[in-house]
């Protein structure tokens, strides 16, 4: 899988769809740096997130945008979504393979060379690590740190993405240490400085 380099954040939805999230949805993909967008909504009912994640597929596909789902398989496939992402509670690779095909697998390895290691040979199509920093998007028990990006860079040269608190001071640092995407979520959607397209532009 290749990454544009132009292409670099890694978008993940906020916990709740408000009113307007469609149209700043747009705005933020017009810039042309999101590369992939993560619908991950946990307290939503099933039917929900179908209606909402046809819509973000749509604005995906428009925007050349690689349109994942978080932790379902099922989902993913029912949505005709990329690909899907898989935390290590979740589905295994194997399993969720023979629901998605050949779209594309990516899955968390928190801190840990074993767990990436295991997903290298599970042919996952990108692994994630993280926390980097500290977060309020979600309870992290796992904090990553570069060491984990240079060490995994020379096992494998499939995608890394960093996840967790990343921010305007914090992430050339990561992309500096061979982080391939930076997920992002609350730094987005719960910013109260800037519009969520005018954090996007501010990240360079």
């Not at 978008?11 to 992939?36: A, C, H, R, W």
């Not at 690909?83 to 295994?92: E, S, V």
């Not at 926390?131 to 494998?156: G, P, Q």
């Not at 993405?161 to 992002?184: D, E, P, T």
């Amino acid at each position: 899988m290749r990454i544009s380099k132009k292409k670099f954040i890694y978008l993940i939805s906020p916990n709740k769809i408000y009113p307007q999230f469609y149209y700043d949805l747009e705005k933020v993909f017009k810039i042309g740096k999101v590369g992939f967008f993560q619908l991950r909504l946990k307290k939503y009912s099933l039917q929900q997130k179908i209606i909402i994640g046809e819509k973000i597929k749509q604005i995906c596909k428009k925007n050349n945008v690689k349109f994942l789902v978080n932790d379902d398989p099922k989902l993913s496939k029912k949505l005709n979504a990329d690909g899907c992402h898989l935390g290590q509670k979740d589905m295994n690779i194997v399993e969720a393979r023979k629901i998605v095909g050949n779209k594309i697998i990516g899955i968390t390895c928190h801190n840990s060379i074993n767990l990436a290691k295991a997903a290298i040979k599970g042919k996952a199509d990108y692994i994630a690590f993280g926390a980097f920093y500290s977060t309020k998007t979600k309870n992290t028990k796992y904090r990553a740190t570069t060491k984990i990006l240079n060490k995994v860079k020379k096992l494998t040269k499939i995608p890394i993405v960093a996840i967790g608190g990343i921010n305007m001071s914090n992430y050339k640092k990561l992309l500096l240490n061979n982080a391939n995407l930076l997920a992002i979520s609350g730094y987005v959607w719960n910013n109260k400085k800037y519009k969520p397209f005018e954090t996007i532009e501010k990240i360079k």
